[in-house]
């Protein structure tokens, strides 16, 4: 493989930005732009109603509510390094793309607010990363605000996640106390000024060695003292940086800092950089496929439908597992056996999308899709028949009946719900005893209620009433020939099948699913559908 392709790849950085919303998560991402130049104003990266810019715009139910519906990637450039930041929606908007974006991602930062600790939607997307055994940096923010007590934030990633922790850096003080942090590894302290620019580098970052004079002026007394204790602490108690354990998401590098002060962002950037890799190979049918040497493939994790109202078309994103996208190549869609161009491929670059020409491992590009593609398919060059690891179905947490109102209009219903689902923004499932006529759906964030309702009046001219059901949580019976009227203790549990026939229970609590495990002996329940 040519050398600029091999270098091409070994710059490429991908990860994406995990957390419970208003952690910070916006915040973080804009200065990361701003650090690589992708961007020049603190506020661009919103999506919020008014806001000067909004990366995606593209449904009329995205403008009413002000807020993105699909998630979105972001490169840019920083020290030698080219890199993609997935964008994890998170608010109202989060939706199994979420979880599915993660599936392309090489490693996960997870940002969590300083005051609060390991939050619930945090814990959710840190599950699938776990799969992934993708490597994991936590970036504890907001240390400008009071916080927890350091310890006790370790202790909460480590208990509640089940993750061990390695501090890169070590705060001193928060809230208004809050002077700095202390780099493990140069052995300096990086003191801290509040600053309330939007601007990137105007942070006040000075560098002092531990035993600095200066640092003392800065740096109150009991303070000062209460760092060397917990260095010592540090030092001889928590785990040692093990990149191996770090690759595999058993050890996560920790850092602290405050995103809106711009503080910590440059270190964290640095150690990030040097600790994590350029893509690694990815399993397929047929082995490992080397993103170097061998030539372009990518798969498909998410469709994004009718961006464009006029057109009702759908853009395909993809992740690039190897070689080098070149747009007037043909490529070969595995699933359908067809050789075809990829048309209109786009980036999105900080702010715009581009069309573009050239892509390479590492990157994800969006392209026009003319209904071929599902979530999971693989594109190689012609001649290359492998197909990647399919993306997992993840368990929906709200249900509703669907109810049809107008029954003339059985036709298009089925057809639109049923594509809906194929695009996999919502799941369908339907009652053992039921046929078409009761349809249960199933969703990881209530936004896609909306957006089914939306797309069913819209494209097939369909008027569907939804009515909420109590249930919350989900499981694939993991041996689908097991006869589910036979369970015990099954009161208050329902039993449904997915469109291929799977046997699922839905559960009100967590506490029912342990108890139909406790009564039924070798029942295995689980979370993801591996596809
Ligand atoms: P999210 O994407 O994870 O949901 O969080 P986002 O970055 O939007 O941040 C949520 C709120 O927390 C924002 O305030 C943001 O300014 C604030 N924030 C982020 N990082 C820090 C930090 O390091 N220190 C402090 N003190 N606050 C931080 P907001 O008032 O909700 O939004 P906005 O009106 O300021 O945009």
Not at 166 to 175: F, M, V
Not at 219 to 248: C, F, H, R, T, W
Not at 464 to 485: C, F, H, M, N, Q
Request: net charge negative; charged share 25%.
């Amino acid at each position: 493989m040519a050398d600029n392709i091999k270098s091409e790849i070994e710059k490429r950085r991908t990860f994406a930005i995990i957390s419970h919303p208003d952690a910070g998560k916006t915040t973080l991402t804009e200065k990361f732009l701003l650090y690589g130049g992708a961007i020049n104003t603190a506020g661009s990266v919103k999506g919020k109603a008014n806001s000067k810019y909004a990366v995606s715009d593209w449904m009329e139910i995205e403008k009413e509510r002000g807020i993105s519906v699909t998630s979105s990637v972001m490169q840019f450039n920083y020290d030698g390094f080219c890199i993609n930041i997935l964008d994890t929606p998170g608010h109202q908007d989060f939706s199994e793309d979420t979880y599915r974006t993660l599936m392309a991602a090489d490693s996960a930062v997870m940002v969590i607010d300083a005051s609060k600790g390991v939050e619930a939607q945090t814990i959710k997307l840190f599950k699938v990363c776990v799969m992934r055994h993708i490597p994991i940096f936590t970036f504890i923010n907001k240390m400008d605000r009071d916080a927890k007590d350091s310890f006790e934030l370790l202790d909460d990633i480590e208990t509640v996640l089940g993750i061990r922790t390695c501090p890169i850096n070590w705060p001193i003080g928060s809230g208004k106390e809050f002077k700095g942090i202390f780099d493990r590894k140069a052995k300096t302290v990086r003191t801290f000024e509040a600053v309330s620019t939007g601007g990137a580098k105007s942070a006040a970052e000075t560098d002092y060695a531990i035993d600095d004079p200066e640092l003392r002026k800065i740096v109150p007394d009991n303070l000062y003292d209460q760092l060397v204790d917990e260095i010592e602490l540090l030092d001889g108690a928590s785990d040692e940086l093990d990149m191996e354990k770090v690759s595999k998401g058993e050890l996560s590098p920790v850092f602290f800092g405050s995103a809106l002060n711009t503080f910590g962002i440059e270190i964290f950037l640095k150690y990030f950089l040097e600790m994590t890799s350029s893509p690694l190979p990815r399993m397929s049918d047929e082995g490992l496929i080397d993103p170097v040497s061998e030539p372009f493939s990518a798969f498909v994790f998410k469709i994004q439908a009718n961006m464009n109202k006029a057109h009702r078309d759908r853009i395909a994103f993809m992740r690039i597992c190897s070689g080098k996208f070149n747009a007037d190549k043909d490529v070969y869609h595995v699933q359908s056996g067809r050789k075809l161009k990829l048309s209109q491929p786009q980036q999105i670059m900080a702010q715009d999308r581009q069309v573009i020409q050239e892509a390479y491992a590492g990157d994800v590009i969006g392209v026009f899709d003319p209904g071929i593609f599902s979530i999971g398919d693989t594109i190689t060059m012609p001649g290359h028949k492998y197909e990647y690891e399919g993306i997992p179905t993840f368990a929906p947490e709200h249900f509703c009946r669907v109810i049809q109102l107008n029954s003339m209009k059985r036709k298009q219903f089925v057809k639109g719900i049923t594509q809906i689902a194929q695009e996999g923004a919502i799941q369908i499932f339907q009652e053992f005893s039921a046929g078409m006529s009761e349809i249960i759906v199933g969703v990881v964030g209530v936004l896609q209620f909306d957006v089914l309702k939306y797309r069913l009046e819209n494209e097939y001219g369909c008027e569907i009433r939804l009515e909420a059901l109590p249930y919350e949580y989900i499981r694939w019976v993991g041996d689908p020939s097991t006869d589910v009227t036979k369970l015990k203790r099954m009161n208050n549990v329902k039993a449904v099948k997915d469109m291929k026939g799977n046997p699922l229970l839905l559960f009100v609590n967590e506490w029912m699913i342990r108890m139909v495990l406790e009564d039924n002996e070798g029942l295995e329940l689980l979370e993801f559908k591996k596809n």
